[in-house]
């Protein structure tokens, strides 16, 4: 446990407590269909959701009403999500590329420097990426906070399988 500050610490201890009581399993099998879309509430998950140094500081696929879902908010919802993307009229080699980012047509900026990702409570919010680049850079200028690529739709035009994405 070298490195690890008290709240980890008392961390792995619960953890250690619930697997030595044998109430629960650390990785409980599931169907695929709770841990996508459902929701799982038991085991390691249902844990961090009612453990008070984790309960608040979870993301957002962590949800009260079902519990952990890789997919949680993302069933025909755009939740936090508002996308700008270039038809290609103007340039056809801009076709599909993603151009603004925010979390509501309202917001949407060319890059990343003021987005922020918050606990599935709401409670703690920070910077998506606050720190430096390799460059130094930090904010709209760091390559880090900038949109790059396509809403995956399919591939920009005239790609070549020999070409390097920057």
């Known amino acids: 446990m070298v490195g690890l500050g008290t709240a980890g610490k008392a961390g792995l201890f619960g ?8 109430t629960d399993e650390l990785f409980p099998l599931t169907k695929v269909g709770n841990f996508l879309f459902r929701g799982i509430d038991t085991g390691a998950a249902g844990w961090m959701m ?4 984790t309960k608040d500081r979870l993301p ?35 076709h599909t590329v993603i151009t603004k980012w ?3 047509s309202q917001s ?9 990702t918050c ?21 709209e200028n760091s390559t880090c906070n900038q949109l790059r690529g396509t809403d995956g ?9 020999n070409d390097q994405e920057d």
């Open 50 to 53: 009612t453990y008070v140094l």
């Open 119 to 139: 606990t599935w409570t709401g409670k703690y919010c920070q910077k998506w990426w606050p720190n430096a680049d390799a460059d130094g850079n930090t904010g």
């Open 108 to 116: 949407l900026r060319e890059d990343l420097s003021e987005a922020e």
């Open 60 to 94: 957002p696929v962590f949800r009260p009403e079902n519990g952990f879902a890789l997919f949680n908010g993302k069933q025909d919802t755009s939740e936090n999500e508002c996308y700008q993307v270039e038809t290609g009229q103007e340039d056809w080699e801009q």
């Open 102 to 104: 925010g979390k509501d």
């Open 153 to 161: 739709h399919q591939f920009p035009p005239f790609v070549n399988k």
């Open 15 to 22: 953890v250690e407590n619930m697997l030595k009581a044998g």
